[in-house]
Protein backbone atom coordinates (compact mmCIF):
# COMPACT_ATOMS: atom_id res chain seq x y z
CA UNK A 1 0.00 0.00 0.00
CA UNK A 2 1.26 3.64 -0.97
CA UNK A 3 1.22 5.77 2.84
CA UNK A 4 -0.28 8.79 2.50
CA UNK A 5 2.71 11.26 1.60
CA UNK A 6 2.01 13.12 5.01
CA UNK A 7 3.21 10.90 6.75
CA UNK A 8 6.89 10.75 4.19
CA UNK A 9 8.56 13.39 6.34
CA UNK A 10 8.20 11.37 9.42
CA UNK A 11 9.27 8.11 8.23
CA UNK A 12 12.31 9.46 6.96
CA UNK A 13 13.08 11.03 9.99
CA UNK A 14 12.51 8.09 11.73
CA UNK A 15 14.64 6.37 9.36
CA UNK A 16 17.51 8.47 9.92
CA UNK A 17 17.05 7.70 13.69
CA UNK A 18 15.98 10.90 15.25
CA UNK A 19 15.55 10.34 18.64
CA UNK A 20 12.70 12.72 19.57
CA UNK A 21 10.23 14.25 17.08
CA UNK A 22 7.14 16.32 17.70
CA UNK A 23 4.30 16.17 15.60
CA UNK A 24 2.12 18.90 15.47
CA UNK A 25 -1.51 18.15 14.67
CA UNK A 26 -4.99 18.91 15.38
CA UNK A 27 -5.98 14.87 14.02
CA UNK A 28 -4.63 12.99 16.35
CA UNK A 29 -7.12 10.15 15.57
CA UNK A 30 -5.65 10.23 12.04
CA UNK A 31 -2.20 10.96 12.52
CA UNK A 32 -2.12 7.56 14.84
CA UNK A 33 -3.91 5.94 12.21
CA UNK A 34 -0.92 6.67 9.64
CA UNK A 35 1.63 6.03 11.85
CA UNK A 36 0.01 2.51 12.44
CA UNK A 37 0.71 1.90 8.71
CA UNK A 38 4.71 2.91 9.44
CA UNK A 39 5.27 -0.42 12.26
CA UNK A 40 5.19 -2.87 9.32
CA UNK A 41 6.87 -0.29 6.49
CA UNK A 42 10.01 0.19 8.33
CA UNK A 43 13.18 -1.78 8.51
CA UNK A 44 12.99 -3.38 10.80
CA UNK A 45 9.65 -3.19 12.02
CA UNK A 46 8.57 -1.15 14.91
CA UNK A 47 5.93 -2.06 17.81
CA UNK A 48 3.92 0.71 18.63
CA UNK A 49 2.87 2.23 21.91
CA UNK A 50 0.72 4.95 22.55
CA UNK A 51 0.55 6.87 25.64
CA UNK A 52 -1.71 9.07 26.75
CA UNK A 53 -2.24 10.19 30.67
CA UNK A 54 -5.41 8.93 31.03
CA UNK A 55 -4.39 5.44 29.55
CA UNK A 56 -0.86 5.31 30.26
CA UNK A 57 0.53 2.80 27.71
CA UNK A 58 -1.63 0.95 25.22
CA UNK A 59 -0.71 -0.77 21.91
CA UNK A 60 -0.63 -3.18 19.54
CA UNK A 61 2.63 -4.86 21.07
CA UNK A 62 2.09 -8.40 22.74
CA UNK A 63 3.07 -8.29 25.94
CA UNK A 64 1.96 -5.07 26.87
CA UNK A 65 3.40 -2.75 29.71
CA UNK A 66 0.92 -1.57 32.40
CA UNK A 67 -0.77 0.71 32.54
CA UNK A 68 0.95 4.14 33.49
CA UNK A 69 -0.28 7.70 34.03
CA UNK A 70 2.93 9.02 34.86
CA UNK A 71 4.81 11.11 32.25
CA UNK A 72 8.35 9.98 33.90
CA UNK A 73 7.65 6.15 33.69
CA UNK A 74 6.18 6.72 29.91
CA UNK A 75 9.64 7.99 28.98
CA UNK A 76 11.92 5.48 30.78
CA UNK A 77 9.77 2.67 29.30
CA UNK A 78 10.95 4.29 26.34
CA UNK A 79 14.78 4.03 27.53
CA UNK A 80 14.61 0.78 28.55
CA UNK A 81 13.18 -1.46 26.12
CA UNK A 82 15.00 -3.65 24.02
CA UNK A 83 13.12 -4.23 21.33
CA UNK A 84 12.50 -1.36 18.61
CA UNK A 85 9.63 0.68 18.62
CA UNK A 86 7.47 3.92 18.41
CA UNK A 87 6.37 5.50 21.45
CA UNK A 88 3.89 7.86 20.80
CA UNK A 89 2.82 10.08 23.90
CA UNK A 90 -0.30 12.13 23.41
CA UNK A 91 -0.49 15.58 24.11
CA UNK A 92 2.92 15.82 26.29
CA UNK A 93 3.58 19.63 25.83
CA UNK A 94 1.88 20.47 29.62
CA UNK A 95 4.94 18.71 31.13
CA UNK A 96 7.58 20.60 28.85
CA UNK A 97 5.96 23.81 30.03
CA UNK A 98 6.92 23.24 34.04
CA UNK A 99 8.02 19.96 35.13
CA UNK A 100 11.57 19.96 34.93
CA UNK A 101 12.26 16.34 35.69
CA UNK A 102 10.28 15.57 32.28
CA UNK A 103 12.48 17.86 30.30
CA UNK A 104 15.76 16.74 31.78
CA UNK A 105 15.03 12.74 31.37
CA UNK A 106 13.92 13.72 27.37
CA UNK A 107 17.27 14.87 27.10
CA UNK A 108 18.37 11.49 28.78
CA UNK A 109 15.93 9.39 26.44
CA UNK A 110 17.52 11.65 23.25
CA UNK A 111 21.07 10.25 24.68
CA UNK A 112 19.57 6.44 25.04
CA UNK A 113 17.79 6.31 21.98
CA UNK A 114 20.40 7.69 19.26
CA UNK A 115 21.17 4.69 17.10
CA UNK A 116 18.97 2.94 18.36
CA UNK A 117 15.28 1.11 16.60
CA UNK A 118 13.52 3.32 18.80
CA UNK A 119 11.73 7.07 18.27
CA UNK A 120 10.12 9.14 20.43
CA UNK A 121 7.07 10.80 19.61
CA UNK A 122 5.31 13.75 21.09
CA UNK A 123 1.75 13.98 19.55
CA UNK A 124 -0.37 17.14 20.35
CA UNK A 125 -1.98 20.13 18.54
CA UNK A 126 0.02 22.59 21.14
CA UNK A 127 3.72 23.07 20.35
CA UNK A 128 5.99 23.99 23.73
CA UNK A 129 9.48 23.20 23.54
CA UNK A 130 11.39 24.48 26.12
CA UNK A 131 15.04 26.12 24.77
CA UNK A 132 17.03 22.97 26.66
CA UNK A 133 15.32 20.54 24.07
CA UNK A 134 15.38 22.71 21.17
CA UNK A 135 18.26 20.82 19.87
CA UNK A 136 17.44 17.45 20.70
CA UNK A 137 13.44 17.68 19.67
CA UNK A 138 12.30 17.91 16.00
CA UNK A 139 9.63 19.58 15.26
CA UNK A 140 7.45 18.40 12.25
CA UNK A 141 4.06 19.99 11.09
CA UNK A 142 1.84 17.42 10.06
CA UNK A 143 0.09 18.21 6.84
CA UNK A 144 -3.63 18.38 6.13
CA UNK A 145 -4.73 15.73 3.79
CA UNK A 146 -3.82 15.70 0.26
CA UNK A 147 -5.77 15.50 -3.19
CA UNK A 148 -5.42 11.35 -2.33
CA UNK A 149 -6.10 11.24 0.84
CA UNK A 150 -9.28 13.83 0.62
CA UNK A 151 -10.87 11.61 -2.52
CA UNK A 152 -9.96 8.72 -0.70
CA UNK A 153 -12.14 9.91 2.33
CA UNK A 154 -14.67 11.27 0.02
CA UNK A 155 -15.19 7.42 -1.66
CA UNK A 156 -15.03 6.15 1.77
CA UNK A 157 -17.98 8.39 2.85
CA UNK A 158 -20.48 7.82 -0.56
CA UNK A 159 -20.14 4.46 -0.22
CA UNK A 160 -20.83 3.98 2.86
CA UNK A 161 -23.84 6.44 2.74
CA UNK A 162 -25.00 6.71 -0.93
CA UNK A 163 -22.93 4.55 -2.87
CA UNK A 164 -22.88 5.61 -6.60
CA UNK A 165 -23.39 9.04 -5.58
CA UNK A 166 -20.42 10.10 -7.41
CA UNK A 167 -20.94 8.47 -10.81
CA UNK A 168 -22.84 11.28 -12.32
CA UNK A 169 -19.58 12.99 -12.15
CA UNK A 170 -16.89 13.35 -15.36
CA UNK A 171 -13.31 12.93 -14.38
CA UNK A 172 -12.51 16.68 -14.04
CA UNK A 173 -15.76 17.81 -12.57
CA UNK A 174 -15.02 15.02 -9.42
CA UNK A 175 -11.31 16.40 -9.28
CA UNK A 176 -12.67 19.95 -9.06
CA UNK A 177 -15.17 18.88 -6.09
CA UNK A 178 -12.21 16.90 -4.21
CA UNK A 179 -10.30 20.19 -4.29
CA UNK A 180 -13.04 22.23 -3.37
CA UNK A 181 -12.56 19.96 0.13
CA UNK A 182 -8.98 20.59 0.29
CA UNK A 183 -7.99 22.86 3.30
CA UNK A 184 -10.35 20.91 5.72
CA UNK A 185 -9.14 18.20 8.40
CA UNK A 186 -10.08 14.38 7.03
CA UNK A 187 -12.66 14.66 9.99
CA UNK A 188 -13.76 17.97 8.22
CA UNK A 189 -13.75 16.37 5.21
CA UNK A 190 -16.34 13.72 6.41
CA UNK A 191 -18.99 15.53 7.95
CA UNK A 192 -19.12 18.34 5.60
CA UNK A 193 -19.23 15.51 2.83
CA UNK A 194 -22.16 13.14 4.66
CA UNK A 195 -23.74 16.19 5.85
CA UNK A 196 -23.69 17.34 2.01
CA UNK A 197 -24.73 14.02 0.76
CA UNK A 198 -27.72 13.58 3.54
CA UNK A 199 -29.33 16.45 2.08
CA UNK A 200 -29.18 15.90 -1.93
CA UNK A 201 -28.71 12.57 -2.38
CA UNK A 202 -25.55 12.76 -4.77
CA UNK A 203 -22.69 15.05 -5.66
CA UNK A 204 -23.74 16.54 -8.43
CA UNK A 205 -22.21 19.91 -10.00
CA UNK A 206 -24.43 21.67 -7.92
CA UNK A 207 -23.28 20.18 -4.09
CA UNK A 208 -19.85 21.98 -5.19
CA UNK A 209 -21.33 25.58 -3.89
CA UNK A 210 -22.97 23.72 -0.65
CA UNK A 211 -19.41 22.23 -0.17
CA UNK A 212 -17.78 25.46 -0.89
CA UNK A 213 -19.96 26.97 1.98
CA UNK A 214 -19.63 24.41 4.35
CA UNK A 215 -15.86 25.34 3.96
CA UNK A 216 -16.33 28.77 4.46
CA UNK A 217 -18.30 28.22 7.63
CA UNK A 218 -15.90 25.74 9.01
CA UNK A 219 -12.43 28.10 8.01
CA UNK A 220 -14.04 31.36 9.41
CA UNK A 221 -14.31 29.56 12.76
CA UNK A 222 -10.61 29.90 12.91
CA UNK A 223 -10.94 33.23 12.98
CA UNK A 224 -7.95 34.41 10.63
CA UNK A 225 -8.38 32.93 7.61
CA UNK A 226 -10.95 33.57 5.13
CA UNK A 227 -11.99 31.77 1.89
CA UNK A 228 -12.97 34.57 -0.37
CA UNK A 229 -15.65 33.60 -3.35
CA UNK A 230 -13.94 35.79 -6.03
CA UNK A 231 -16.43 37.96 -8.11
CA UNK A 232 -13.84 40.42 -9.34
CA UNK A 233 -12.73 40.39 -13.17
CA UNK A 234 -9.52 42.03 -14.64
CA UNK A 235 -11.75 43.57 -16.59
CA UNK A 236 -13.45 45.18 -13.62
CA UNK A 237 -10.05 47.01 -12.38
CA UNK A 238 -9.13 50.64 -14.42
CA UNK A 239 -5.82 51.17 -15.65
CA UNK A 240 -3.31 49.89 -13.70
CA UNK A 241 -1.97 48.19 -16.86
CA UNK A 242 1.93 47.45 -15.69
CA UNK A 243 0.58 45.43 -13.05
CA UNK A 244 -2.03 43.82 -15.61
CA UNK A 245 0.44 42.86 -18.24
CA UNK A 246 2.54 41.38 -15.33
CA UNK A 247 -0.03 39.64 -14.16
CA UNK A 248 -1.91 38.07 -17.15
CA UNK A 249 2.32 36.88 -18.26
CA UNK A 250 2.40 35.08 -14.82
CA UNK A 251 -1.14 33.30 -15.83
CA UNK A 252 0.25 29.82 -16.19
CA UNK A 253 2.80 30.42 -14.02
CA UNK A 254 1.47 27.43 -11.61
CA UNK A 255 1.67 24.98 -14.47
CA UNK A 256 3.82 22.11 -15.40
CA UNK A 257 4.89 23.42 -19.03
CA UNK A 258 6.35 26.83 -17.32
CA UNK A 259 8.47 24.45 -14.85
CA UNK A 260 9.43 22.21 -18.04
CA UNK A 261 10.50 25.42 -19.87
CA UNK A 262 12.99 26.68 -16.48
CA UNK A 263 10.69 29.57 -15.02
CA UNK A 264 10.57 29.23 -11.28
CA UNK A 265 7.22 29.29 -9.40
CA UNK A 266 5.46 32.69 -8.61
CA UNK A 267 6.53 33.51 -5.16
CA UNK A 268 4.41 36.77 -4.27
CA UNK A 269 3.90 40.42 -4.76
CA UNK A 270 3.85 43.25 -2.63
CA UNK A 271 1.47 46.34 -3.89
CA UNK A 272 1.60 49.52 -2.13
CA UNK A 273 0.17 52.85 -2.37
CA UNK A 274 -2.53 55.41 -1.61
CA UNK A 275 -5.44 53.97 -0.61
CA UNK A 276 -8.23 53.36 -2.30
CA UNK A 277 -6.55 53.01 -5.74
CA UNK A 278 -7.52 49.34 -6.04
CA UNK A 279 -4.72 47.64 -4.40
CA UNK A 280 -7.70 44.97 -2.82
CA UNK A 281 -9.07 44.88 -5.90
CA UNK A 282 -6.37 44.00 -8.18
CA UNK A 283 -5.75 40.99 -6.37
CA UNK A 284 -8.84 39.21 -6.27
CA UNK A 285 -8.62 40.13 -10.05
CA UNK A 286 -5.65 38.71 -10.44
CA UNK A 287 -6.66 34.93 -8.27
CA UNK A 288 -9.26 35.07 -10.77
CA UNK A 289 -7.34 35.63 -13.81
CA UNK A 290 -4.74 32.46 -12.66
CA UNK A 291 -8.17 30.34 -11.74
CA UNK A 292 -7.03 29.72 -8.38
CA UNK A 293 -8.51 29.58 -4.80
CA UNK A 294 -8.03 32.69 -2.78
CA UNK A 295 -7.73 33.18 1.04
CA UNK A 296 -7.37 36.13 2.99
CA UNK A 297 -5.00 36.17 5.97
CA UNK A 298 -5.80 38.50 8.90
CA UNK A 299 -2.59 39.55 10.18
CA UNK A 300 -4.42 42.37 13.02
CA UNK A 301 -6.39 38.73 13.64
CA UNK A 302 -3.27 36.82 14.17
CA UNK A 303 -1.28 39.15 16.65
CA UNK A 304 -4.41 39.91 18.69
CA UNK A 305 -4.46 36.42 20.30
CA UNK A 306 -8.04 35.88 19.60
CA UNK A 307 -7.67 32.92 17.91
CA UNK A 308 -4.66 31.35 20.38
CA UNK A 309 -1.42 32.15 20.07
CA UNK A 310 0.19 34.02 17.09
CA UNK A 311 2.23 30.71 16.61
CA UNK A 312 -0.08 28.16 16.34
CA UNK A 313 -2.33 30.47 14.64
CA UNK A 314 -0.02 30.86 11.88
CA UNK A 315 1.22 27.69 11.40
CA UNK A 316 -2.58 26.48 11.38
CA UNK A 317 -3.61 29.31 8.77
CA UNK A 318 -0.15 27.85 6.33
CA UNK A 319 -1.01 24.49 6.78
CA UNK A 320 -4.60 24.82 5.76
CA UNK A 321 -3.07 27.05 2.42
CA UNK A 322 -0.72 24.70 1.82
CA UNK A 323 -3.90 21.74 1.79
CA UNK A 324 -5.28 24.10 -0.87
CA UNK A 325 -2.39 24.74 -2.52
CA UNK A 326 -2.07 25.70 -5.51
CA UNK A 327 -3.59 28.98 -4.14
CA UNK A 328 -3.33 33.08 -3.53
CA UNK A 329 -2.70 33.33 0.34
CA UNK A 330 -3.78 37.45 0.16
CA UNK A 331 -2.75 39.68 3.23
CA UNK A 332 -3.67 42.93 3.77
CA UNK A 333 -2.23 45.75 5.22
CA UNK A 334 0.77 43.30 6.33
CA UNK A 335 2.69 45.93 8.14
CA UNK A 336 0.09 44.75 10.92
CA UNK A 337 2.03 42.03 11.78
CA UNK A 338 4.97 43.35 11.50
CA UNK A 339 4.91 46.34 13.98
CA UNK A 340 1.56 46.00 15.81
CA UNK A 341 3.35 44.98 19.26
CA UNK A 342 6.57 47.36 18.36
CA UNK A 343 5.90 49.61 21.34
CA UNK A 344 5.38 47.04 23.84
CA UNK A 345 7.07 44.28 25.42
CA UNK A 346 5.99 41.89 22.89
CA UNK A 347 8.07 43.25 20.21
CA UNK A 348 10.74 40.45 20.96
CA UNK A 349 8.00 37.65 20.47
CA UNK A 350 6.00 39.62 17.22
CA UNK A 351 9.46 39.96 15.47
CA UNK A 352 10.03 36.21 16.18
CA UNK A 353 7.08 35.01 14.77
CA UNK A 354 6.99 37.36 11.96
CA UNK A 355 11.10 36.26 11.00
CA UNK A 356 9.80 32.89 10.98
CA UNK A 357 6.94 34.08 8.64
CA UNK A 358 9.35 34.92 6.63
CA UNK A 359 11.64 32.03 6.35
CA UNK A 360 8.17 29.92 5.78
CA UNK A 361 7.96 32.05 2.62
CA UNK A 362 11.16 32.09 1.34
CA UNK A 363 11.41 28.19 1.62
CA UNK A 364 7.54 27.23 1.34
CA UNK A 365 7.13 24.15 -1.14
CA UNK A 366 3.75 24.29 -2.04
CA UNK A 367 2.71 26.66 -4.86
CA UNK A 368 1.40 28.96 -2.48
CA UNK A 369 1.53 32.56 -4.14
CA UNK A 370 1.75 35.22 -1.35
CA UNK A 371 -0.48 38.95 -2.45
CA UNK A 372 0.64 41.28 -0.12
CA UNK A 373 -0.47 44.83 0.37
CA UNK A 374 0.42 47.45 2.81
CA UNK A 375 -0.81 51.22 3.37
CA UNK A 376 2.12 52.10 5.85
CA UNK A 377 5.47 51.82 4.39
CA UNK A 378 7.21 53.09 6.73
CA UNK A 379 6.23 50.32 9.21
CA UNK A 380 8.07 47.55 6.82
CA UNK A 381 11.34 46.34 7.63
CA UNK A 382 14.31 46.70 5.25
CA UNK A 383 14.40 43.17 5.39
CA UNK A 384 10.60 42.74 4.06
CA UNK A 385 11.20 44.17 0.82
CA UNK A 386 14.95 43.13 0.47
CA UNK A 387 15.18 41.71 -3.44
CA UNK A 388 13.94 37.98 -3.72
CA UNK A 389 11.62 38.15 -1.02
CA UNK A 390 8.82 39.27 -3.67
CA UNK A 391 8.86 38.60 -7.52
CA UNK A 392 8.22 41.99 -7.46
CA UNK A 393 6.87 45.06 -5.23
CA UNK A 394 4.62 47.57 -6.80
CA UNK A 395 3.32 51.01 -6.47
CA UNK A 396 -0.09 52.03 -7.01
CA UNK A 397 -0.58 55.94 -7.46
CA UNK A 398 -3.50 57.83 -8.06
CA UNK A 399 -5.25 56.80 -11.46
CA UNK A 400 -4.09 59.10 -14.31
CA UNK A 401 -6.55 60.92 -17.21
CA UNK A 402 -6.80 57.41 -19.45
CA UNK A 403 -7.05 55.48 -16.30
CA UNK A 404 -10.11 57.14 -14.59
CA UNK A 405 -11.98 57.04 -17.69
CA UNK A 406 -11.56 53.84 -17.39
CA UNK A 407 -12.95 53.80 -13.73
CA UNK A 408 -15.41 55.92 -14.67
CA UNK A 409 -16.76 53.89 -17.44
CA UNK A 410 -16.55 50.84 -15.16
CA UNK A 411 -18.41 52.01 -12.36
CA UNK A 412 -21.23 53.79 -14.59
CA UNK A 413 -21.16 50.47 -16.34
CA UNK A 414 -21.63 48.28 -13.00
CA UNK A 415 -24.63 49.99 -12.02
CA UNK A 416 -26.34 49.95 -15.19
CA UNK A 417 -25.44 52.90 -16.91
CA UNK A 418 -23.96 53.55 -20.52
CA UNK A 419 -20.74 55.50 -20.26
CA UNK A 420 -22.14 57.12 -23.63
CA UNK A 421 -25.11 58.66 -21.20
CA UNK A 422 -22.51 61.12 -19.89
CA UNK A 423 -19.55 63.34 -21.43
CA UNK A 424 -16.35 60.90 -20.34
CA UNK A 425 -14.03 64.08 -21.03
CA UNK A 426 -15.61 66.28 -18.60
CA UNK A 427 -15.57 63.93 -15.85
CA UNK A 428 -11.89 62.89 -16.25
CA UNK A 429 -11.11 66.59 -15.83
CA UNK A 430 -12.92 66.92 -12.95
CA UNK A 431 -11.42 63.99 -11.45
CA UNK A 432 -7.84 64.78 -11.00
CA UNK A 433 -6.42 63.93 -7.83
CA UNK A 434 -9.00 61.45 -6.95
CA UNK A 435 -9.05 57.58 -5.99
CA UNK A 436 -10.47 55.40 -7.64
CA UNK A 437 -12.58 55.01 -4.24
CA UNK A 438 -13.69 58.46 -4.25
CA UNK A 439 -14.77 58.48 -8.00
CA UNK A 440 -17.25 55.47 -7.79
CA UNK A 441 -18.69 56.86 -4.70
CA UNK A 442 -19.41 60.08 -6.48
CA UNK A 443 -21.03 58.01 -8.91
CA UNK A 444 -23.43 56.47 -5.84
CA UNK A 445 -24.09 59.42 -4.50
CA UNK A 446 -25.29 61.15 -7.28
CA UNK A 447 -27.46 58.10 -8.19
CA UNK A 448 -28.93 58.34 -4.90
CA UNK A 449 -29.53 61.90 -5.67
CA UNK A 450 -31.42 61.24 -9.03
CA UNK A 451 -32.81 58.44 -7.08
CA UNK A 452 -34.23 60.54 -4.08
CA UNK A 453 -36.08 62.66 -6.67
CA UNK A 454 -37.04 59.88 -9.19
CA UNK A 455 -35.66 60.78 -12.37
CA UNK A 456 -32.18 60.20 -14.46
CA UNK A 457 -28.92 60.42 -12.84
CA UNK A 458 -27.55 63.69 -15.08
CA UNK A 459 -23.90 64.43 -15.11
CA UNK A 460 -24.02 67.46 -13.28
CA UNK A 461 -25.02 64.73 -10.58
CA UNK A 462 -21.95 63.50 -10.22
CA UNK A 463 -19.43 67.31 -10.28
CA UNK A 464 -21.59 67.75 -7.77
CA UNK A 465 -21.22 65.06 -5.01
CA UNK A 466 -17.38 65.38 -6.61
CA UNK A 467 -17.19 68.68 -5.62
CA UNK A 468 -19.10 68.33 -2.15
CA UNK A 469 -16.00 65.96 -1.50
CA UNK A 470 -12.66 66.61 -0.59
CA UNK A 471 -10.40 63.84 -2.02
CA UNK A 472 -7.46 62.10 -0.33
CA UNK A 473 -4.79 63.56 -2.31
CA UNK A 474 -5.99 67.27 -0.33
CA UNK A 475 -6.34 65.86 2.75
CA UNK A 476 -3.27 63.45 2.91
CA UNK A 477 -0.92 65.65 0.87
CA UNK A 478 1.77 65.20 2.66
CA UNK A 479 1.65 61.20 3.56
CA UNK A 480 1.37 60.49 -0.49
CA UNK A 481 4.31 62.88 -1.24
CA UNK A 482 6.32 60.74 0.97
CA UNK A 483 4.64 57.65 0.01
CA UNK A 484 5.36 58.73 -3.88
CA UNK A 485 9.24 59.17 -2.92
CA UNK A 486 9.50 55.94 -1.04
CA UNK A 487 8.61 54.38 -3.94
CA UNK A 488 10.64 55.94 -6.69
CA UNK A 489 13.55 53.50 -6.09
CA UNK A 490 12.18 50.54 -4.21
CA UNK A 491 8.99 49.56 -6.25
CA UNK A 492 7.84 49.39 -9.76
CA UNK A 493 4.52 51.33 -10.92
CA UNK A 494 1.52 49.73 -11.32
CA UNK A 495 -0.36 52.55 -13.51
N1 LIG B 1 -8.46 51.09 -10.54
C1 LIG B 1 -9.73 50.90 -10.15
N2 LIG B 1 -10.65 50.45 -11.03
C2 LIG B 1 -11.92 50.26 -10.66
N3 LIG B 1 -12.38 50.48 -9.44
C3 LIG B 1 -11.53 50.93 -8.51
C4 LIG B 1 -10.15 51.16 -8.82
N4 LIG B 1 -9.54 51.58 -7.71
C5 LIG B 1 -10.47 51.61 -6.74
N5 LIG B 1 -11.68 51.23 -7.21
C6 LIG B 1 -12.93 51.11 -6.46
O1 LIG B 1 -12.69 51.48 -5.12
C7 LIG B 1 -12.91 50.39 -4.23
C8 LIG B 1 -11.84 50.37 -3.18
O2 LIG B 1 -10.61 49.99 -3.76
P1 LIG B 1 -9.62 48.99 -3.03
O3 LIG B 1 -10.30 48.40 -1.87
O4 LIG B 1 -9.04 48.08 -4.02
O5 LIG B 1 -8.54 50.04 -2.55
P2 LIG B 1 -7.22 49.77 -1.72
O6 LIG B 1 -6.10 50.31 -2.52
O7 LIG B 1 -7.16 48.36 -1.31
O8 LIG B 1 -7.49 50.71 -0.50
P3 LIG B 1 -7.05 50.53 1.03
O9 LIG B 1 -5.62 50.91 1.08
O10 LIG B 1 -7.91 51.54 1.74
O11 LIG B 1 -7.32 49.14 1.41
C9 LIG B 1 -12.90 49.16 -5.09
O12 LIG B 1 -13.69 48.15 -4.56
C10 LIG B 1 -13.42 49.68 -6.42
O13 LIG B 1 -14.81 49.64 -6.44
MG1 LIG C 1 -7.41 47.36 0.56
Redesign the pocket.
Do not use: M, R, Y
Given at each position: MELPSALEPVKSHIEAKYPLLYLLTWEEARVCGHLMLLTTELKPPRLMYFWSVTEGYSGQAEGQPVAMNDPLAAIDYAIETTESALFVLKDFHPYLRDDHRVIRRLRDAYQALQGTGKTLILLGPILSVPTELEKEITVLDYPLPDFLEANQILVDVVEAEQPGALTQLDARQSEALVRVFLGLTADEIAAVARKVISRRKSFSVNAMEEVIEEKRNILRKSEILEFIINKVRIR?????KNFKRWAKLRANGFTKEAREFGLPVPKGVLIT??????????IQALADLWHLPLLRLDMGRVFSGFAGTPEESLRRAILTVEAVAPAVLWI??IEMGVSVFSDSIQSGSTSRIFASFLTWMQEKKAPVFIAA?A?DIDRLPPEFIRKGRFDEVFF?DL?KSE?RA??VR??LEKRGKRASDVSIEGLVKSTEGY???E??QAIITALFEAFGQSREMEINDIYRALGNMVPLSVTMKEQITKQKRWADNRAVRAN
Open positions: QVGGLGISGCGKSLVDETNVPEEIIHTGAIE
